[in-house]
């Protein structure tokens, strides 16, 4: 649930960029965060299930991620204005980190073959 308030709020407030004609800062506020959080479920995923070789396949991606995310957040400027308080946009990529670590559990780290819930 708090993955799709993140997501959900993530695309309104990258829309909102767009709709009002900042078409760079618009996509990187679309790009970053979900890049900050792919690199975080990733990492978790990779500690959860993997071998050594796919953890420290784990942490090097996630740290490219990271700093891919964070750097086209950086450099377009883009910011953050949620319930009358402003974010910087690096700020709303390390929630995306938080999001995407608290987020991920066991059943979406291992690709659970019977698909979602068992079925």
């Given at each position: 649930m708090l993955l799709y308030i993140y997501m959900l709020l993530t695309l309104a407030m990258a829309g909102s960029a767009l709709w009002k004609g900042a078409?760079?800062?618009?996509i990187a506020g679309l790009?970053?965060?979900?890049?900050?959080w792919f690199a975080a479920s990733g990492?978790?995923?990779s500690f959860m299930v993997g071998t050594s070789r796919q953890?420290?396949?784990g942490?090097?991606?996630a740290i490219a991620f990271v700093a891919v995310g964070v750097g086209i957040?950086?450099?377009s400027g883009y910011w953050v204005g949620l319930f009358g308080y402003d974010f910087?946009?690096?700020t709303w990529c390390l929630v995306g980190l938080a999001v995407g670590w608290i987020g991920t559990s066991r059943r979406?780290?291992?690709m659970d073959p019977r698909g979602p819930k068992g079925k």
């Open positions: 078409i760079y800062p618009g790009v970053g965060p979900t890049l900050c990492l978790k995923g953890k420290l396949a942490i090097g991606n957040i950086y450099h910087t946009g690096v979406h780290a291992a």
